[in-house]
Structure formats: structure tokens, C-alpha cells
């Protein structure tokens, strides 16, 4: 059957190279023309469709995850991300003329992928970035030039890839896995596109991860180190960063963040005495020459500022490499770190017009990104660690109130929540408490309860049964917290009623209790949703032309009448990458806020080569 849907789809295209001129005779008038495309693109939607649910038959499901966890075993996937390379044509040798970056770490290793990017190209470099999660379409994961590939070649690069695999197959599960195959998918693109650079984002952990099948990296990165995905790299900081340090190449630069959590900082340094690796720190950004120019990040949040250094020293030591007629040397002096480590740091450098320009526009949706949409106004932040959610709580305490109602109309603030995997949900509501939101949603991270097989988002890692208890616990968390705090507060010798938008704390929680008395903690008015659209359109209340329809499954309780009439609704979603993507989804298919309009001098227009007026007007750019 896949044979056949690649065959199909190559016979329709070879007709379209063959039959334009006269197709196109014959739709003379604009109304043939868009019949035609019409046509066309509904062609490439059901080839693209039938590649992604293809590929969604390749996701690991629900019982084979846990039984992973529960084992806790290390599975090295270098060597079998190896074998799938070689049967699809791409030896070891081909990787080698592959010019790599490759960055690891828990916290900000995509953001600072997007400063790399965006920067070599600023320069005029041909790039290529493989990134995950996708938080809309699969195709975002492999980027030429700062775009997410075609729907057209990814369907022609896929099909070449599963047959291939298909057919050499020596047993019925001698297929990659989801993420494996998206690996092997992504190196051969990069490879046939004949990209200057590839910047490749770690998938989970470093030393054992699909990537790490690059053996010579031009220059290695190591963001910030953080506990995260610990049933499968450990619940030690230690362990955590000996499996990231594990993509140190012998003699490779390696460029990282001083560490917030001790004693990571100090494994790095050994691994890399180990692997006789260079390990050098980074400078803090403002210490970088900008001249006259001001210092404007793409990204939002402080958290952005080490990244952005970080990214400012790969792309330097990248185009030094590059250049034989410059020292592929770092310049640096010596230091100590807080704990007495001494790692030499970088020296910071005058910055170029393409340098200033490349963090300027770098996009990275669904961190720290604000969208409104009518009187809704969504704060999309992805953090899933204690470090990251913190910086998140940061950043909406900064922001929230730049976007309050200019005329003091009333504002309700609400929590839009989700934590999956073996992440602990209450360690990162708990921090969620200091918002004073209105009202807490739960939902699953499913778009719709009828999503299909062929849907870029469908998930099959984790079963529904799962997915609603674990929502039912984290809200059960979360008014346990928000109690707990409430309870601390009262008995406070300060604590005295406060009043916001006319009404008391003690009679908010009164008004509170009147408009959630369906509920079985009416005091910390919170709701479960089977599904993300269920919840949008519910939160809604029809003032949005976008989120309407029928809830698949009937509400607890009504929107009470302060979201109903308030004159801006600001909602936090936070927790989860995939639950912003689906968030987005809904709000923005298309990823219109990722994709920016600038004309620059004898280059293509690309993802993060442009400004998005909205995404300047709703977002809050990092400065100093």
C-alpha cells in the first residue's frame, strides 16, 4: 500500500509537469485558475495526509512506553539510527560532509537552534535545522533556510525513505521508530539539499539519542541543565548531564551556560577531560560589542540571554571554521566559576550587522509568545521543569499587565494547564499559585476527541483513560495548592483584604463560591476538558469568530458571568509543549506567528527572517 501511494503520487506529479501548458490553455480566466490550484492542493493534502498517518503507525504506543519506563533501560539508539541510514542510501562517510552544530541540554537548546539559524543566515548561509517537538505540523521539525520543508517534498522524501526501509526490512519490526525515522528523514534532506549548515537539536538526553550518529560535529553547545525526562536519563543532576555531555566530540569545541543546578557544571568539565574536549563558558550578552545598536531578542524573557550568547559563540566558532584564513581558535581567559571550577569562558566579540540582525529576528513560537484575538488574549509558554516554569511565571507577572485594557475594563486571568510524561505536576502548579488566576482549566492535550490517524498532532503514546486521570490529579493538585496558600496567607499578621476591581479578596472568594456551586470545590473554581477545542470554545463564550461550534462533551458547569462579560480575557498555557501546539492549532493552523515578511538584500523570504507586525505587537521582545 505505501508503494502504491508513492507511486501515485509520483504519476501525478510527473502529470503536472507534463500537462501544465495545456491545462493552464484552457483555464484562461482567473476562475479556471483557482479551480485548478484548487484542485492541485487538495491533490498534495491527501498525499500529504496519507504520508503523515503512515507515519503516525511508527509512534511507540501507550503500553510499550510505560513497559520502557518501568524498565528503565538504556536503549543506544546511535548504532540502529546507523543501519536506517545505510539502507536509505546515507553512509557514515556522507554524514562526515555534513557541516554540523549540535546542541543539547534541558532548557533553551531550540531557542538557541533558532539564534543559530537565524544568524548563518543573516550571514547568506544555506541552513538546515531538525528540531522537536512539532507543535503543529510535523513538517516544522526539518527547516531548509528557516522554513518548514514543502508539503510537496516532504511527501517525495518520505515515501523514499519508508519504502526503502520497507523493502530492506529484515523482520516485521525492523522499522525506526517516530523520532528515529523523523532522524533519518531529516540527515537525508539536509544531505540532497547540499545545506552549508546543519543545526541539529538533540531529541532526548545526547549520549544515547538518535542525533548523536553525527561523529563530527563542527562545534557542540549544552544549554541549561534541568530534571526532565527522569524514568529514562535518572533523577540525579548528575546523571542528567553526563548523558547530555555524551554528544562531546574528541577535539570538537563545546560552548556552555554556567549552570544553575550544582554539580552539573562540574560533570561537563569531566566528561569532557574525559572525551579531551575543550569546555568553555559563555560571556553575558551585554558584554558583546553592539555599538550604537540596541540589543533586541526575537525570543522573549531574561531566560533568552544566555541563549542568545550561547548561540553567538556557535556561529562564531562555525564561520571561523569555515574561513581558512581565520584562527579556528577560541579566544578565551581563565575563570572561576561559583562552585571553584575553573573553565575557561570566551571572550565576547563586536558584533556584525548579520549578528544583531539574526537574534533580532529569530522566531521560536510557543515560548514566552503572546497572541490576542479579540477580547481572548493567550500567553503560550511550553515549560515543563521547575527552572523553565519559573522563568515562565517571570515572564506573565512582567507581561500580563502590558497588556491589560487601556480604558480599566475588567480582566480575567485564567490557567490553561497540562503536564505529561514523568514530570511531577504539583512542583510546577505550585509555583503557578503566585498568579491569582480566576479560573484553572485542565485538559488533555488531544485537539479534538475525533482527531484522525492522519492528523499531524494524533498521539499514541499515551492512552485517553490516562491522559483524563492524569488531568483529574493535577487539578486535585492544584486546589489542594491554591488552599494550602490561601490558608498561609490568612494566617499571615499582615494579611488584611485587598481590593481588586472593586470587590474584596473575602468577597471574591464568596462570588467565587456562587458561580462554581455546581462544583465540588467551588472555592477554587477549576474545570476538566476532554479535549483542547472543547476548552477554547468554551472559555470563549462565543465572542471569538474563530472558536465556535458544538462541545462534543457537556461542561461541568456554564462560563461563569465574570469570563463571560469581562472586557479581556487573559489565558496562561503552560505545562506542556504539545498542549501549546494544540493550543495553536486551533488558533493559528497556519502558524501565521511564526511566519515573518522581510525583504532581505538577495535572499528568500524565510520563517525567521522577517517581523510579523502581530508578533511584534503582541509579544514582548527580550531587552536588558
Not at 195 to 222: H, I, M, Q, S
Not at 350 to 368: F, H, I, M, N, Q
Not at 527 to 533: A, S, T
Not at 569 to 584: A, P, R
Request: with cysteine; net charge neutral.
Amino acid at each position: 500500500m505505501a508503494r502504491l501511494f508513492h507511486a501515485t503520487y509520483c504519476q501525478w506529479r510527473q502529470w503536472r509537469r507534463l500537462s501544465t501548458a495545456p491545462r493552464m490553455a484552457m483555464a484562461h480566466d482567473r476562475q479556471g485558475v483557482r479551480r485548478l490550484a484548487t484542485h492541485c492542493q487538495a491533490e498534495v493534502d491527501q498525499h500529504y495526509e496519507e504520508a503523515v498517518q503512515t507515519l503516525n503507525s511508527l509512534q511507540s504506543n501507550a503500553a510499550v512506553l510505560q513497559r520502557i519506563r518501568q524498565e528503565r533501560g538504556f536503549t543506544n539508539n546511535v548504532q540502529a539510527t546507523e543501519g536506517f541510514l545505510d539502507r536509505v542510501g546515507i553512509s557514515l562517510k556522507d554524514l562526515d560532509s555534513l557541516s554540523v552544530i549540535h546542541i543539547a541540554g534541558t532548557k533553551g537548546k531550540g531557542s538557541t537552534c533558532s539564534f543559530v539559524e537565524s544568524i548563518l543566515r543573516e550571514h547568506g548561509f544555506r541552513t538546515g535545522f531538525y528540531s522537536s517537538p512539532h507543535l503543529v505540523a510535523v513538517r516544522e521539525r526539518i527547516r531548509i533556510n528557516g522554513q518548514p520543508i514543502s508539503k510537496e517534498d516532504f511527501i517525495t522524501y518520505f515515501w523514499d525513505v519508508y519504502n526503502q526501509l520497507i523493502a530492506k526490512k529484515t523482520s516485521d519490526d525492523d522499522m525506526p521508530a517516530y523520532f528515529k525515522f523523523l532522524t533519518v528523514l531529516a540527515l537525508k534532506v539536509f544531505v540532497k539539499e547540499e545545506v552549508d549548515v546543519a543545526v541539529l537539536e538533540v531529541g532526548l538526553g545526547g549520549e544515547y539519542d538518535c542525533t548523536n550518529v553525527v561523529r563530527k560535529p563542527v562545534v557542540c553547545g549544552v544549554t541549561t541543565l534541568d530534571y526532565d525526562h527522569t524514568s529514562i536519563l535518572g533523577n540525579t543532576i548528575e546523571s542528567i548531564a553526563w548523558h547530555k555531555a555524551g554528544i562531546m566530540k574528541p577535539g570538537v569545541p563545546t560552548f556552555t551556560v554556567e549552570q544553575p543546578l550544582q554539580p552539573s557544571l562540574s560533570v561537563l568539565l569531566q566528561r569532557a577531560k574525559e572525551k579531551q574536549v575543550p569546555l568553555y563558558l559563555i560571556p553575558p550578552l551585554e558584554n558583546y560589542g553592539w555599538g550604537a545598536r540596541p540589543l533586541q531578542l526575537g525570543l522573549a524573557g531574561n531566560v533568552q540571554y544566555c541563549n542568545a550568547s550561547l548561540a553567538l559563540q556557535l556561529t562564531q566558532y562555525w564561520m571561523n571554521s569555515q574561513n581558512r584564513g581565520r584562527s579556528g581558535e577560541v579566544v578565551h581567559t581563565a575563570t572561576s566559576t561559583s562552585d571553584h571550577l575553573n573553565v575557561p569562558a570566551a571572550i565576547p566579540f563586536t558584533l556584525s550587522d548579520e549578528d544583531v540582525l539574526g537574534l533580532k529576528y529569530a522566531v521560536w513560537p510557543g515560548r514566552s509568545q503572546v497572541m490576542a484575538s479579540g477580547p481572548l488574549t493567550f500567553f503560550l509558554d511550553g515549560a515543563h521543569t521547575p527552572v523553565s516554569m519559573q522563568a515562565c511565571v517571570d515572564w506573565f507577572l512582567k507581561t500580563a499587565p502590558m497588556h491589560a485594557p487601556q480604558n480599566g475594563g475588567n480582566t480575567f486571568r485564567l490557567l490553561f494547564f497540562n503536564s505529561t510524561g514523568d514530570r511531577d505536576p504539583e512542583t510546577l502548579l505550585k509555583l503557578l499559585t503566585s498568579c491569582n488566576f480566576d479560573l484553572a482549566i485542565f485538559t488533555t492535550n488531544l485537539v479534538t476527541t475525533s482527531m484522525k490517524a492522519s492528523s499531524d498532532q494524533t498521539n499514541y503514546t499515551i492512552s485517553r483513560d490516562q491522559a483524563h486521570l492524569r488531568c483529574e490529579q493535577q487539578r486535585s493538585s492544584w486546589i489542594r495548592l491554591v488552599r494550602n496558600q490561601s490558608k498561609l496567607e490568612s494566617e499571615s499578621p499582615d494579611h488584611e483584604d485587598t481590593e481588586v476591581d472593586g470587590t474584596t479578596q473575602s468577597e471574591g472568594s464568596e462570588r467565587n463560591l456562587n458561580l462554581t456551586s455546581s462544583m465540588p470545590a467551588s472555592d477554587v473554581p477549576s474545570i476538566i476538558f476532554p479535549c483542547i477545542q472543547d476548552a477554547l470554545v468554551w472559555l470563549s463564550c462565543g465572542r471569538d469568530p474563530n472558536l465556535t461550534g458544538e462541545l462534543l462533551t457537556p461542561p461541568a458547569f456554564p462560563p461563569p458571568p465574570r469570563l463571560q462579560e469581562a472586557t479581556q480575557v487573559q489565558i496562561l498555557v503552560t505545562g506542556s509543549l504539545h498542549l501549546v501546539g494544540g493550543v495553536l492549532g486551533v488558533i493559528d493552523p497556519e502558524l501565521r506567528c511564526a511566519t515573518h515578511v522581510r525583504n532581505a538584500f538577495n535572499k528568500r523570504p524565510s520563517l525567521t527572517d522577517l517581523v510579523l507586525n502581530n508578533y511584534n505587537k503582541f509579544s514582548s521582545p527580550g531587552t536588558p
